[in-house]
C-alpha cells in the first residue's frame, strides 16, 4: 500500500514538472502551477547569518527615463525583485508584489528589476493593470544582488543587511513578510 502511495505521488510531481516545462504557449497552466506553489512565505534570514549588501554605483533607470543610483537606497528599507513578462513564476508572485506596494510604497523602497524593453514592460502593467514602478539596469548588478534565475527577491533592512534572499516565487504580501516589513521599519 505504501508502494502504492509512493508511485502515485511520483506520478504527480511529474505531470507539475512537465506542466511547467511546456513552451510559453500554455503559460495559463505554468502560472497557475506557480501560483499554488507561491503561496509560500519566503524564510527570513538568521540575524547571525545575515549579509551586509555594499552599496555600489548600480544604475537603474525607471520606465519614465529617470535614474536612479543604488547607493541612495543606503540607509532605507528595501525590496529588490527581479524578474520578467515572460516568466510564470515572476507573474504568479506579481499581484502579491503589487498588493504589498500598494500597502508599503510610502515606507519601502521597491526596486522591481527587469532586462526587458520598456515597451514590453508597460504593455504587460497596463493588461494586467498593474501601477507599480519597474526599472530596468543600466550597470552590473551589485556583488551579492544578481541572479542566474528569476524571479529572485531581496528585502534589505536600514543597516544594508540582506533579511532575505528567496530564489523563486513567494506570496510576498503574507502576514509574514508584512511583519517583518513593520519591524524593519520600527527600528
Not at 70 to 85: E, H, P, R, S, Y
Not at 106 to 124: G, K, R, T
Not at 160 to 168: F, H
Request: aromatic share 12%; glycine share 4%; charged share 25%.
Amino acid at each position: 500500500m505504501t508502494f502504492r502511495k509512493l508511485k502515485i505521488s511520483n506520478i504527480v510531481f511529474l505531470v507539475i514538472i512537465v506542466l511547467m516545462l511546456i513552451p510559453q504557449t500554455r503559460q495559463p497552466i505554468q502560472v497557475a502551477i506557480q501560483s499554488v506553489i507561491s503561496k509560500f512565505s519566503p524564510s527570513v534570514i538568521d540575524k547571525e547569518d545575515r549579509k551586509k549588501i555594499k552599496y555600489s554605483s548600480w544604475n537603474l533607470r525607471d520606465l519614465n527615463g529617470n535614474k536612479f543610483n543604488f547607493k541612495d537606497a543606503k540607509g532605507k528599507v528595501v525590496f529588490i525583485n527581479l524578474w520578467a513578462t515572460w516568466c510564470p513564476p515572476c507573474i504568479a508572485e506579481f499581484q502579491s508584489i503589487q498588493d504589498l506596494y500598494n500597502d508599503y510604497n510610502e515606507n519601502v523602497l521597491f526596486l522591481l528589476v527587469s532586462d526587458e524593453s520598456p515597451e514590453v514592460i508597460n504593455a504587460f502593467l497596463d493588461k494586467k493593470g498593474y501601477n507599480i514602478q519597474i526599472f530596468n539596469p543600466l550597470t552590473k548588478y551589485p556583488e551579492g544582488l544578481s541572479s542566474r534565475s528569476i524571479p529572485r527577491t531581496f528585502i534589505i533592512d536600514r543597516e544594508g543587511y540582506l533579511v532575505v534572499d528567496k530564489n523563486g516565487a513567494a506570496n510576498w504580501n503574507s502576514d509574514k513578510v508584512r511583519e517583518q516589513l513593520d519591524e524593519l521599519l520600527i527600528k
